[in-house]
């Protein structure tokens, strides 16, 4: 538990900086150069969580399963050859096929050397995840933690670097694109220096005869768990990657349908493009908590204490809801504001607004399917990823020429629901027994109607005193954040929407929740 609580600080804080930096990077190159990176980015997002979340954590079930260290380090090599034979196949369709996905992704053949940029990034990969990997299954959180934390900040700097370095000496937006992707391999590079000790130990000692001669853990026995296995934790946590993936591939071919001209429709889709870093910031919070607790059920899955499983799955559940259905209610209310001040200016209001209702099923989402991997139930997931692609695909088809961005915003939001469903109706109903208090989604809907009609009525009454400029927008969403939030703290503790525990759940959540107390004694 306090390996995943590092891991899960780690995480949250990798998640914070992959969202902000968009923030300032946006700023610097503007809507067409932030077109350019995100066209892209899917293709290194991808990369990211197979070394990172996907592939480790199915190493690390795979290592812990061994009887001895013997065991442990020839799977290991073997896990990692046959992921380097992976990356290079990975390398030579993205390196070798650069002109065709560039002309793939809207027929913008200038893309090509910035897709070529982030191809070398695959070559770190098998480092990454047996490196992060083997020390999770030797339930060391340490390595991988600090791996994850440095390549963070190391890829973000970078970035930032290059588009104030790109800015000021004239360069093309997609030289900087080039350049800013290229920085995720050096990101990769820096991660790795940062494993090689924890590498070492997989090399550490000669392996027997009749180690090898093991059955279980042959090349082809191995490399077909890794494929099914692993593949699909790694579909299942790089599904909103994914979705992107399908916008790159869509969006702005679609936008031309709409009747915009190309360039009209790069800029267009730089200003969607905003709501990626939204709806990562507004899924921290839901997502950070449940990670620290989904933990929890393994264990108590594995000791069969249904009791406490229950008890936890409720717990995250409700949380998560609550949560993200505030974080999602809260940005659309002060969207304009919120929009102006970190991208400057408030085009695509109305689409970013649709864009960040996916903060719920997309954060419900995680949570399901993460608790089917803690009870083996992953059974038919894999084919509700590529449902969810498809159905984000044809929705974009359908909608976009018709509403533009705001269409393909709604389609994000959509596509995600039959995997949450499905997700949902695996799980053990025994989880669900009793897990609701009485009124519970009603007093849920009174406190986001409540929290939403505030915040909204704050952000209308503040642009009309401090104006809509972006230094007056600094203001409104200051105050309407500030009149939201005691809105909705207010409304819960009026309802008792959180019970005692669940106030304990959250960060300083007890110190609130004995200061409402008085309030009512």
Not at 26 to 37: A, E, H, I, K, P
Not at 87 to 115: E, K, Q, W
């Given at each position: 538990m306090a390996g995943a609580g590092v891991l899960a600080a780690a995480g949250l804080?990798?998640?914070?900086?992959?969202?902000?930096?968009?923030?300032?990077?946006?700023?610097?190159?503007?809507?067409?150069?932030?077109?350019?990176?995100?066209?892209?980015?899917?293709?290194?997002?991808?990369?990211?969580?197979?070394?990172?979340?996907?592939?480790?954590?199915?190493?690390?079930?795979?290592?812990?399963?061994?009887?001895?260290?013997?065991?442990?380090?020839?799977?290991?090599?073997?896990?990692?050859?046959?992921?380097?034979?992976?990356?290079?196949?990975?390398?030579?369709?993205?390196?070798?096929?650069?002109?065709?996905?560039?002309?793939?992704?809207?027929?913008?053949?200038?893309?090509?050397?910035?897709?070529?940029?982030?191809?070398?990034?695959?070559?770190?990969?098998?480092?990454?995840?047996?490196?992060?990997?083997?020390?999770?299954?030797?339930?060391?959180?340490?390595?991988?933690?600090?791996?994850?934390?440095?390549?963070?900040?190391?890829?973000?700097?970078?970035?930032?670097?290059?588009?104030w370095w790109g800015v000021h000496t004239g360069w093309s937006d997609y030289r900087i694109g080039e350049w800013a992707t290229f920085g995720a391999t050096i990101a990769g590079l820096a991660a790795t220096l940062f494993l090689v000790r924890t590498l070492r130990g997989v090399w550490q000692q000669p392996i027997t005869l009749t180690v090898k001669q093991d059955k279980t853990i042959t090349w082809r026995h191995l490399f077909k768990r890794l494929w099914f296995e692993g593949g699909l934790l790694a579909l299942l946590a790089a599904l909103l990657v994914l979705l992107q993936l399908v916008d790159s591939f869509s969006t702005k071919a679609l936008l031309e349908t709409f009747g915009l001209s190309a360039t009209k429709a790069e800029y267009t889709k730089g200003v969607y493009d905003r709501g990626q870093p939204l709806v990562q910031l507004g899924m921290v919070l839901a997502t950070g908590l449940s990670t620290s607790l989904l933990p929890a059920l393994r264990q108590h899955f594995v000791r069969q204490d249904n009791v406490a499983l229950r008890h936890d799955f409720q717990l995250t559940m409700r949380l998560a809801i609550i949560l993200s259905g505030v974080s999602a209610i809260g940005l659309v209310a002060v969207m304009p504001a919120v929009n102006q001040l970190l991208f400057g200016s408030r085009e695509g209001s109305a689409a970013l607004s649709w864009f960040v209702l996916a903060i719920v099923p997309a954060t419900l989402m995680t949570i399901a399917t993460s608790a089917l991997q803690s009870f083996d139930r992953t059974r038919g997931l894999i084919w509700f990823v590529w449902v969810t692609m498809t159905v984000k695909a044809g929705l974009n088809v359908w909608l976009i020429p018709h509403w533009g961005i705001t269409g393909a915003s709604i389609a994000t939001t959509v596509a995600l629901l039959p995997i949450l469903g499905y997700a949902l109706l695996r799980l053990p109903r025994t989880l669900w027994q009793g897990w609701l208090p009485q009124n519970w989604w009603l007093k849920l809907f009174g406190t986001l109607v409540v929290t939403g009609v505030f915040a909204k009525m704050a952000t209308l009454v503040s642009d009309n005193l401090f104006g809509v400029s972006r230094g007056a927008s600094v203001l409104t969403a200051v105050v309407a954040v500030i009149v939201g939030a005691v809105a909705f703290v207010v409304m819960v503790a009026t309802t008792d929407l959180l019970t005692t525990e669940e106030w304990e759940a959250l960060p300083k959540g007890d110190r609130l929740y004995a200061i409402l107390k008085r309030g009512k004694e």
């Open positions: 804080v990798a998640k914070v900086l992959s969202a902000i930096y968009r923030v300032p990077f946006q700023n610097l190159v503007g809507n067409t150069g932030f077109y350019v990176y995100q066209q892209v980015y899917p293709i290194y997002g991808i990369g990211m969580v197979l070394a990172l979340s996907g592939w480790p954590l199915f190493i690390s079930k795979i290592i812990t399963e061994q009887p001895d260290d013997a065991h442990q380090q020839l799977v290991a090599r073997r896990l990692f050859w046959s992921l380097v034979g992976i990356s290079a196949v990975l390398f030579t369709i993205v390196f070798g096929g650069a002109p065709a996905l560039a002309l793939a992704m809207g027929g913008n053949i200038r893309l090509t050397p910035v897709i070529r940029a982030v191809a070398w990034m695959f070559w770190f990969m098998p480092f990454l995840a047996v490196g992060r990997g083997f020390a999770q299954g030797q339930r060391n959180m340490i390595p991988t933690a600090t791996s994850q934390v440095v390549e963070q900040i190391v890829r973000v700097a970078i970035i930032i670097g290059v588009a």
